[in-house]
């Protein structure tokens, strides 16, 4: 099947493709069969040029249960293979294009290697190799599937050029040998379960990485920032030439893709973040790093002392869409944008501060510091509007609760395999919830005891926030992290009121929850002269009860400050009419 999808460019290769396809069907070409457990890369940035060239030696381990004799490396398809090598000898390889959407270009070039013996199961080989190209903008796997070339651009936006160059690894452009099956954007998870696969093979990998940029200009060397903290970064001059190079080691590789970013940035350094700007960007730049420093101490209060400096990199178009990996953010500075700096600065000392390899935990604890920055600086109302918007889009991914659901979204939770609507919104009201139950102090000592390496099961941290409250919180890790039970629906099924001795009034309020996941929501009851808020538990298709005593004559209920993610809100007012006597 996948061999009809390769495109044989030159008809004197016919017979090529002839005997490849002979090959291809005797030991069906599975392009997942190796996991390249090593990288060793010596790569070499020539940005006047665009160009990249790159020699190394990869070793691919056999991860299927029979010998293989053939051997798949994909690059992106403006590179182009040079040579590819085992024990000194050249190795015999066809190198044709394959469509497919996990790199920029739409493409790779793909290497179909026939390796000097068969390799046993769990068997490895070392390959010497050689490939160079340019990189350039292209978006062309969006804009092929209909995407405006504008909108493309923005989210595709890596490039090797003279004024700045920043280039994203595996998922955006194919720099370094990666081996996967199709993946196709016009398919809805075709792409990110590509990805995934990839991520999940590279777990245990080890990459070194050596880059080097050099320029005969006569002007200094280039900054060149690497998204590896641990990188040794040098800067060379001699006479008319400068070099800037990078020796970084990335162990594991798991799910951090490699990044660099090379441009004559200026350097904004601070205590907790280090700030490269564009010369345009100089004053962003500033704000942006004094807007960090404000927000340490949030950010430290509520998740501990950052473990690494944060970096953030500018980039040249002033809609480019951010890219975060942990702490290292890829993201516009643009000089007229004042508009929350704070509030991005939140998210990636956050980052700084917690590491978990738990998408839900760790995004979803930068989303909820995001909140906590805007409730700061605004109050609750502000904070509760923020995690409102979120969870309008929540409600748009949660609809189907009538429609049986497909099994995907059965088996689709914060836990379960990253979903990114879920990590991140659901994941932020999730965290928001469980503050407003177990109240700040408890839910800071759980994050506090929080350590990534005895995060061995999903119900690791559940247990962390139960250890620090009296109250049973297992329906709620039910409905919704081990599962995504959906939203509730709030509704007041029923209001009393009675007049006391006193004169103030005894409100009996029964709240029905009909949606398929419960929450602790609060009540609010408005009367002349005031409101008063309540906070009551209703667990899914339930109804619970919550007496109220107001000071005058009630007026109106209303369920939901919007901090809780509901499926419908129109229910949520319920008018008191007084009674006729
Ligand atoms: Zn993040």
Not at 6 to 25: I, W
Not at 92 to 111: C, K, M, R, V
Not at 502 to 520: K, Q, R, V, W, Y
Request: glycine content about 4%; aromatic content about 8%; some cysteine.
């Amino acid at each position: 099947m996948k061999l009809l999808e390769m495109k044989f460019p030159y008809k004197g290769l016919g017979f090529l493709c002839l005997l490849c396809a002979s090959v291809v069907n005797c030991f069906s070409l599975d392009r997942e069969a190796f996991t390249f457990t090593s990288y060793d890369l010596n790569v070499r940035v020539e940005p006047e040029q665009h160009r990249l060239g790159v020699r190394g030696k990869l070793t691919l381990r056999n991860d299927t249960p029979t010998p293989q004799k053939i051997a798949v490396l994909q690059i992106s398809s403006s590179l182009d293979w040079r040579s590819i090598k085992a024990a000194d000898k050249p190795l015999q390889f066809l190198s044709q294009p394959y469509t497919s959407d996990i790199d920029h270009t739409g493409a790779l070039s793909e290497a179909i290697v026939t390796l000097p013996q068969a390799i046993a199961p769990k068997g490895t080989i070392e390959l010497e190799i050689a490939y160079e190209g340019v990189i350039l903008l292209d978006a062309t796997r969006l804009t092929r599937i209909g995407t405006p070339e504008e909108t493309a651009n923005n989210t595709d936006w890596d490039q090797i050029g003279p004024a700045s160059s920043a280039v994203r690894g595996a998922g955006y452009v194919a720099w370094y040998p990666i081996a996967t099956d199709v993946a196709n954007l016009s398919e809805e998870n075709s792409l990110p379960e590509v990805l995934e696969r990839w991520k999940t093979r590279e777990s245990a990998t080890k990459m070194h990485l050596r880059i080097g940029v050099s320029r005969d200009d006569g002007e200094p060397a280039q900054p060149l920032v690497v998204n590896q903290a641990s990188c040794q970064v040098l800067y060379e001059q001699m006479g008319r030439s400068s070099h800037s190079s990078a020796d970084c080691t990335y162990q594991p590789l798991g799910s951090r893709i490699p990044v660099f970013a090379v441009a004559n940035y200026g350097f904004i350094e601070r205590p907790s973040i280090e700030v490269y700007n564009l010369a345009t960007h100089a004053v962003a730049a500033e704000s942006y790093a004094t807007a960090a420093e404000k927000i340490v101490s949030l950010i430290t209060e509520w998740f501990g002392k950052a473990h690494e400096k944060a970096r953030t990199i500018d980039l040249p178009d002033p809609r480019a869409a951010p890219f975060e990996s942990g702490s290292f953010l890829l993201t516009p500075l643009s000089d007229n944008d004042s508009a929350a700096p704070g509030l991005t600065a939140a998210h990636q000392l956050t980052h700084a501060a917690f590491v978990s390899f738990r998408p839900w935990i760790e995004e979803g604890l930068a989303h909820f510091a995001q909140a906590l920055y805007v409730e700061r600086e605004k109050g609750r109302p502000a904070a509760v509007e923020y995690l409102t918007a979120h969870a309008a889009e929540l409600s748009e991914i949660e609809i189907p609760t009538a429609v049986p659901r497909s099994e995907d979204k059965v088996n689709r939770s914060l836990v379960n395999p990253p979903n990114e609507e879920l990590y991140r919104s659901k994941a932020m009201c999730v965290w928001w919830m469980l503050r407003d139950m177990v109240g700040d102090a408890a839910l800071k000592k759980a994050i506090a005891a929080y350590r990534p390496e005895q995060d061995k099961e999903p119900s690791y941290m559940p247990r962390l926030i139960a250890a620090q409250t009296q109250r049973d919180l297992e329906w709620f890790f039910d409905d919704w992290v081990y599962r995504d039970r959906g939203l509730p629906d709030f509704k007041v099924e029923s209001a009393f009121s009675r007049k006391t001795m006193s004169g103030s009034f005894m409100l009996t309020i029964t709240l029905d929850n009909l949606g398929t996941a419960g929450a602790e929501v609060p009540v609010i009851v408005k009367f002349t002269g005031g409101e008063i808020m309540r906070r009551l538990e209703v667990r899914a298709k339930n109804k619970a009860v919550i007496r109220v005593e107001v000071p005058a004559a009630p007026q109106e209920i209303v369920v939901n400050d919007g901090s809780v993610p509901e499926s419908d809100t129109a229910n949520n007012n319920f008018k008191i009419v007084e009674e006729a006597k």
